[in-house]
């Protein structure tokens, strides 16, 4: 028997009646797929939607095709299949799942960019190119943020940053629970220690209802919480909260600033303009009104980070640049980078969004233009003919080769998760700060990540030496990098002072029973040669560590105070032992 809402669904959009479209509603404002839609763009996708089912292995449509539907998948999957331009290699490059929608690309009328097959049984929801563009033109503010990559520009990684601070980008229209919550407790907050913050105002003959002034809430928010000490902390906190969609300018056209502008709660903004804003706000609770202050200052930095990033760079105050350096110094991926480099970087470096998975950020073949940096999220690495190669993590960085060689990309790039957050560094900023730094950067790998990152380093004259310098890397390949190649065994080799800043600064990164061992395990292993031993080469292993550990015994001040000089005669004990053993 069929369902009561798939039978709805059969029938043509002027056949059905409200009773029929109050049944359809029921049924798909419980998927996954349109949680974040508003209520009244969903009516109107109830109204144009089609049912349709498909058996395992039916093509939907095929790469190049002009599409004639977009579609929501109730139920079952489908595979993504990318082919080269001879149509030769062909490789899954991503599965659709239930509560995935796709085919926005019928609303510039372009080609699809791939061929979808069904996995399994698969059940959709329909809705055709002339009442999708019918829906568009009605609510293009409603749909913008799940049709992010709708109307697409001719490359996916030439998308333009706003070009002015005021401009917003695109958040989220549905706050996840924990998000919701904090915004209803810091709301009743408000309404309970501060009365008439929420208000109707009144500007250039036109009111706004239930909405505050910016810099009165961060001047609440300092007040009321004590681990708030500066403005911009305040506004960090604030921004989590807009981010999420729990907060809003009043017209949309502001990210969170400190100044005279209006913002308004999801609960001021719901149509309801009876009573006072307090009428159904719950009582505040002290306690929980503060668990809710210091989870959004643990999330306020990287809020305040993206708005930042998101300015225009000839946009962003000195203020900013140094708050962005800041940030940058703690980056996995530009670790190796000079300080004098990343602070360069943060006066260009840009803040990159995708909402779905599935996204293409770009192919094999493209001209390189950006260098990424994840921040949040994961991609996949797809090369024509194999498939998945790799995938890629937060902290992870990809892009750079197509840049240094002036190359074509060397594989696609496909986000695997909802909202991947990058951040970009674009070609022509590249070639001016990284370029010739990337150039003279050498890379051990190891199952696919860097161990060990050098730099060449350069002459007086300007030309390169044949030496490096260590910019990174694991402890281990960094003590095995400094007994290869920084204490020679001959006695009239020139001294290599990376070996007494490594014994500085080693206790940042590794304690100093973890260097013994590992100096212990140089020292005892053997060069083996096809025939036995290399005895000489073994000899001068064993030489270069009890250097190693006499120039680090030499560091060690004579005159510090007790406590110190207690510490460090521990640490003598333990390093003359390291000698005696290995001498």
């Known amino acids: 028997m069929v ?77 993504v299949n990318c082919s080269d331009a001879d149509d ?19 609303l510039d009328n372009s080609p699809r960019a791939a061929t979808v097959i069904t996995c399994e049984y698969t059940e959709l929801l329909r809705v055709e190119r002339d009442d999708l563009l019918k829906v568009w033109e009605r609510n293009r503010h409603l749909m913008e943020g799940f049709f992010t990559n709708a109307i697409r520009p001719p490359s996916p990684v030439s998308v333009p940053m706003p070009t002015t601070q005021s401009k917003l980008s695109l958040y989220s229209k549905n706050p996840s629970d924990r998000i919701l919550f904090i915004g209803q407790q810091i709301r009743a907050g408000l309404i309970n220690n501060f009365p008439g913050i ?55 056209e502001y990210n969170f600033e400190d100044n005279n502008l209006f913002y308004r709660f999801k609960e001021d903004d719901c149509g309801s303009e009876q009573g006072p804003p307090g009428a159904c706000a719950p009582l505040a609770d002290t306690n929980m009104l503060q668990e809710c202050f210091s989870t959004l200052a643990q999330m306020g930095p990287d809020a305040l980070m993206r708005l930042m990033l998101k300015k225009p760079p000839k946009e962003r105050t000195a203020e900013d640049l140094d708050y962005i350096y800041e940030e940058l ?49 994961s991609v996949n690495v797809v090369i024509f003919g194999k498939g998945v190669v790799g995938q890629l993590h937060e902290g992870d960085n990809f892009g750079q080769l197509a840049l240094v060689n002036d190359a074509p990309r060397a594989a696609s790039i496909i986000l695997r998760d909802e909202r991947c957050h990058f951040l970009r560094v674009d070609k022509e900023d590249f070639n001016r700060i990284l370029r010739d730094v990337e150039a003279k950067t050498e890379r051990l790998k190891e199952n696919g990540k860097d ?18 310098t260590v910019m990174a890397g694991t402890p281990e390949k960094m003590v095995e990098y400094l007994l290869d190649s920084c204490v020679d065994c001959r006695d009239d080799d020139e001294r290599d002072y990376f070996v007494e800043d490594f014994f500085v600064m080693f206790n940042v990164f590794l304690s100093i029973d973890k260097l013994c061992s590992l100096l212990m395990s140089y020292y005892h292993e ?37 406590e110190y000089e207690l510490e460090e005669k521990r640490k003598k004990y333990r390093l003359r032992l390291c000698v005696d053993t290995t001498a």
């Open 3 to 79: 369902a009561e809402w798939i039978s709805c669904l059969d029938k043509k959009p002027s056949d059905r009646t409200g009773e029929e479209l109050d049944i359809i509603y029921s049924r798909l404002k419980g998927l996954k797929v349109f949680e974040t839609f508003d209520p009244a763009l969903l009516q109107q996708i109830c109204y144009f939607g089609y049912y349709e089912d498909l058996e395992k292995g039916i093509t939907l449509y095929r790469q190049g095709d002009i599409g004639t539907n977009w579609y929501a998948v109730l139920s079952g999957s489908l595979d």
């Open 329 to 377: 110094l703690h980056i996995k991926a530009l670790s190796h980078l000079s300080n004098s480099v990343k602070r360069e970087l943060a006066s260009c470096i840009q803040f990159e969004s995708r909402e779905k998975a599935g996204t293409i950020l770009f192919k094999q073949g493209d001209e390189g233009n950006s260098w990424y940096i994840i921040l949040k999220g």
């Open 198 to 252: 929420i208000a109707d105002r009144q500007i250039s003959l036109r009111t706004y209802r239930r909405c505050c002034v910016g810099s009165q809430l961060v001047d609440w928010i300092i007040q009321e919480c004590n681990a708030v000490h500066t403005r911009q902390q305040a506004v960090g906190m604030w921004q989590v909260l807009l981010e999420e969609g729990v907060l809003k300018h009043v017209c949309n």
């Open 451 to 468: 161990v060990l990152v050098l730099e060449k380093l350069s002459k007086s004259d300007g030309s390169q030496s044949n030496k490096y």
């Open 526 to 562: 053997a060069v083996k040669l096809e025939d036995g031993l290399d005895l000489k080469a073994t000899e001068q292993k064993k030489i270069r560590v009890v250097r190693a550990v006499l120039r680090w015994v030499d560091l060690i001040p004579q005159k510090m105070g007790e």
């Open 88 to 106: 030769k290699n062909c490789v899954t490059v991503c599965t659709l799942g239930a509560g995935t929608a796709f085919g926005e690309s019928v």
